[in-house]
């Protein structure tokens, strides 16, 4: 009987199995455990479908476990047929690392990425986007439901929409007036502080999660007007430069007109911050010339300082 223990796919159910799992044996791959339990009726508690051990059932299969030859694989689809577990269309991506790379927190490899391309899955990592707008609008989305956001918008003034509410989305339609601005912000404070303004729409876009408001932006008309408010640092403007490469607009860093004024107060050397230096072969000459005063200085500004300088 300690032969069927040599087979990858009984080594993964029985491992699922003696950790005090249920799984279900319809697999061709599994018969073997399902004569087994037939022959051997106290090692198993039958639900239905589903079996699990009972503690003498454990205790065998962790004997056979330690006489069967381990089984090396890297085959993740085995496991995933195995244990019988179907994935749905969108999965997030810390159960997809978790499955297939045994680390939640790993990023997706390539062969994982490659397989949810062969396998038509799509893995989210369901964060989330803030927007705020003064300007009512509403999200026509492709099951072809509209979405009025108008009520939560006189609420708050802010909606906040999920990564896989952003993939049911194919039009951004405003209430009364067309918008005609829409502003990304890197930082959470600045973005909660930003005066308010008529027929601009506002994205929260950090560093590290700008992925959502780039897809957002992507839904907007290329007539609306995009610039990104950050830091006054090049940090930033690479930041905006990369924004305007993966959504096709102009790059347009948000320099407010009496920043100047706050440079004697707020600014900070570039060398005792962590920031990387001024690079004046990234800048247009518009924006070095507009920059000048920190650029000359080797200084920057954090955006908080200047939201009501706009």
Not at 230 to 257: E, F, H, M, W, Y
């Amino acid at each position: 009987m300690a032969g069927i223990f040599d087979n990858e796919y009984i080594q993964q159910a029985a491992r699922q199995l003696m950790l005090g799992a249920e799984i279900q044996l319809n697999h061709s791959a599994l018969q073997p455990l399902k004569h087994l339990f037939s022959q051997h009726k106290l090692f198993a508690i039958v639900r239905g479908d589903r079996v699990s051990l009972t503690p003498q059932g454990k205790q065998y299969f962790r004997q056979q476990m330690q006489q069967a030859t381990t089984v090396e694989h890297d085959d993740p689809e085995a496991d995933l047929l195995s244990l019988h577990i179907a994935l749905p269309a969108i999965v997030n991506q810390q159960v997809i690392a978790s499955l297939l790379q045994r680390d939640r927190l790993s990023s997706l490899s390539q062969a994982t990425q490659a397989l949810l391309a062969d396998t038509q899955l799509t893995a989210s990592t369901d964060d989330i986007l803030r927007i705020r707008a003064e300007t009512a609008f509403s999200l026509y989305l492709t099951d072809g439901s509209l979405l009025d956001l108008s009520a939560m918008l006189k609420l708050s003034n802010e909606v906040a929409l999920s990564q896989r509410m952003l993939m049911g989305i194919s039009k951004v339609l405003p209430a009364n007036t067309d918008f005609q601005y829409v502003i990304t912000v890197q930082q959470l404070g600045a973005f909660i502080e930003m005066p308010m303004k008529p027929q601009c729409i506002y994205l929260y876009c950090p560093d590290e999660q700008s992925a959502l408001a780039h897809d957002f932006l992507k839904l907007l008309p290329a007539s609306i007007k995009w610039y990104h408010f950050a830091d006054l640092a090049q940090d930033s403007i690479n930041q905006a430069k990369q924004l305007a490469v993966d959504t096709g607009r102009p790059c347009k860093p948000l320099i407010p007109r009496h920043f100047k004024q706050a440079i004697r107060f707020y600014a900070k050397p570039v060398a005792d911050s962590g920031k990387s230096a001024w690079q004046l072969s990234t800048l247009s000459p518009e924006l070095a010339a507009r920059l000048a005063p920190l650029i000359e200085n080797e200084l920057w500004l954090e955006q908080e300082v200047l939201i009501y300088c706009l």
